[in-house]
RNA sequence: CGGGGCGUAGCGCAGGUGGUAGCGCGUCGGCUUUGGGAGCCGAAGGUCGCGGGUUCAAGUCCCGCCGCCCCGACCA
């Protein structure tokens, strides 16, 4: 491709409102352009990194037997109610409807339809185990679109569905998605790390998380270095409760006018924050729930929301608490509480002593307040965000915290889909039994951003060779001069006749220019047809490394062509 | 959905106290230049986000709406 015609045009000036480098590099390199908030058009360069990273996709997905077909975007109101997802799944759903009045959605995800054509197709058990995936676009009306295309409105993905006659099968339907998921983003050329997660909205029993490493993420982390043990935040069991040796001092009321906070209260008493039972106000459906937990540690809403079974909840205004309690918020607590208010208690106040507690009158609290003498606490539940230090629930080492993305997702489904949807079939024992589902996504459009926030410098984008969007550069450093001309169009030539895919870059520009534009382009290998060919060479660099080869003309794209079938295996 | 910020030329931005819009980059033409985003000369390019109001006069002041970005809650 000549970039005298390529539909490739990068800009000099930073793009004023992108942050994240994916979303800044990719903007700036004239990879994409935005139509509205998460919703992005992929300019050439970006399809071609689309089109290879599907390429690594399908690969595996196919050597793992799994067999591609296509799903439609518009999809019946009538299946997503069959599953309740019609309103569970709420306004990220995008709805429509025809000229009929019939409603649709876009497809966000696609369980609902394929369970769909499953419960049409599938009879006998001799049809199992089946595995089917797509490449499609999707759509979420995300609360938030963010980052370019790392959350985005509309994007692409690949989702992957199994279908077993029974939980065993499942299993090793489930384990192979999971080695070919580690398989493709390997080659992707992607650090991830596998986590346990939370199987959250699409339901289900056994889950992982494939999640990239970068500050840009939305998902939290913690793993453990000792044991590898790594799972989504949420969903790591906190179990800190201190051992308390001293002795039980008498209880004392104290002033503490106008102290809402901890922190300020911590100041106020000179305590520590351990010391102080904290309550945490939510409004569930318009009742009360106190959360009693340790004054340093923070509430999981997560973890509340399996715990109430509901998401409809949130953290209760001031003017909530003062109706709840007949009190300021800040002056919540164990003794003198509301009767039958619900309450739960963390397991970090476990065994507390010579607590800070408040009694729900303003402006008081309590100081060396003991269970058991002053207050009641327990059964104990965990409720807590897990932090960098707790130990790790595997081996006690202390985990670690980082952000980090979220490029794929497992789920073992089990029947949540085909039982209410009656994908049936006949079990060898002539009985009817429901098919048991495995759900795989990969989000294809993040991860080509994902692979930018991995892969670059101050510069631009270092595209890993397998998914680059051109495997050679050849930069015509001077157009005007007839020798190089000849030269460098001889090796394009020779590049194309070689296989190799070859961005030649022989606009009329400076040489600085051009450079500029190839270290912002990020193609990985690049070769500069300048002065040197005087002395029968070129210079070969490459932006990966930055290794550089200064190369007889005759051996150049030979040697380019053997760097990158190294790369490419 | 809560909080904050921003909408002026293709992009990045400037335009105290109201007086009819400018700079840099880019684009087009010309000359010069060619190993790290060159220089000079000339030119084109605007519904100042939209609607209303105040005023002799609004990019500027007031009201309403829309869009975009960031933080939080939430999601692949």
Known sequence: MRWSRYFLYTSKEEPAEAEAPSHRLLLKAGFIKQVAAGIYELLPPALRVLKKIEGVVRREMDRSGAQELLLTVLNPKELWLETGRWDAYGDELFKLKDRHGREYCLGPTHEEEITDLIRKTVRSY???????YQIQVKFRDE?????????????????????????????????????????IFKKLGLKVVVAEADVGQIGGKLSHEFIALTPYGEA????????????????????????????????????????????ELARFLGVEKERIVKAVVYAVKGE???????????????????????DEFRLATDEEVRRFFGTERGFIGPVGLKEGTRVFWDRSVEGIKNAVVAFNEPDKHLVNANPGRDFSYGPFVDLAQVREGDACPRCGEPLRLERGLELGHTFLLGTRY??????????????????????????????????????????????????????????LLNP???????????????????????????????????????????????????????EGSVELQSRLTGERWELPLNEAVSFVKRKVEEDKR
């Open 418 to 475: 085909s039982e209410p949807m009656k994908a049936y079939f006949t079990d060898r024992d002539g009985r009817e039994k429901p098919v048991v589902m495995g759900c795989y996504g990969i989000g294809i459009s993040r991860v080509l951003a994902a692979i930018v926030e991995q892969h670059h410098d101050e510069k631009g984008i270092k595209w890993p060779t397998r998914v680059a969007p051109f495997e050679l550069l050849i930069i």
């Open 288 to 310: 009360p729930v106190v959360v009693f937990i340790r004054g340093d540690r923070e509430v999981d809403e997560n973890k509340l929301e399996k715990l109430l079974g509901t």
């Open 126 to 132: 001799r049809q199992l185990p089946l595995l089917l």
């Open 480 to 534: 005007k001069d007839e020798e190089l001309t000849r030269v460098a169009e001889e090796l394009y030539r020779e590049a194309l006749a070689e296989g190799l895919e070859v961005l030649y870059d022989d606009r009329d520009e400076r040489a600085g220019f051009k450079f500029a534009d190839a270290d912002l382009v990020g193609i990985p290998y690049r070769l500069v047809v300048g002065k040197k060919v005087k």
């Open 220 to 263: 939290k982390l913690a793993y453990c270095e000792s044991c590898s043990y790594a799972a989504n935040a949420e969903v790591v069991p906190v179990n800190d409760a201190r051992v308390w040796e001293e002795e039980e001092r008498p209880l004392k009321e104290v002033e503490t006018p106008g102290v809402r906070t901890i922190e």
């Open 143 to 183: 609360k938030r679109p963010r980052f370019g295309l790392i959350r985005a409105r509309e994007f692409i993905m690949k989702d992957a569905y199994s279908f077993d006659a029974d939980e065993e099968s499942a299993e090793l339907s489930y384990e192979s998605m999971r080695f070919a998921y580690e398989r």
